[in-house]
């Protein structure tokens, strides 16, 4: 099983930026099963959305609103091999960046696990 905790989530300045966190943990075998990592959000009234994401291999991918602005990258604690902490570093942010964020891990098995969300606020 694995546990993701998103946090770095608040209000921020239209052109700011903001770094979201999100640390997955379980068991080595589950850690090590994960082949991508991604962060994903969901607007009031919305549908949740893909924003980015990273497999494993170093393979990087972004939805087309990004447009150059957010970043993905993904630490492995070297002291500790059951957790990675996956960040989304938010340059430039836009009012329509506002949204709840999660955080998704997606096994060898085609399983998704998710984090419970950290809400991003863009507003002067």
């Known amino acids: 099983q694995i546990q993701l905790v998103e946090s770095g989530g608040g209000l921020v300045q239209p052109g700011g930026s903001q770094r979201l966190s999100c640390v997955a943990s379980g068991d080595i075998r589950s850690i090590n099963a994960i082949k991508s990592v991604g962060w994903y959000r969901q607007g009031s009234g919305k549908e949740r959305e893909w924003v980015a994401s990273?497999?494993?291999?170093?393979?990087?991918?972004?939805?087309?609103?990004v447009q150059g602005r957010f970043t993905i990258s993904r630490d492995r604690n070297f002291r500790d091999s059951t957790k990675i902490t996956i960040y989304l570093q938010m340059n430039t942010v836009k009012p329509e960046d506002t949204a709840v964020y999660y955080c998704?891990?997606?096994?060898?098995?085609?399983?998704?696990?998710w984090g419970q969300g950290t809400q991003v606020t863009v507003a002067s």
């Open positions: 990273r497999a494993t291999s170093g393979s990087i991918k972004y939805a087309d609103f």
């Open positions: 998704n891990a997606r096994t060898v098995y085609e399983t998704d696990h």
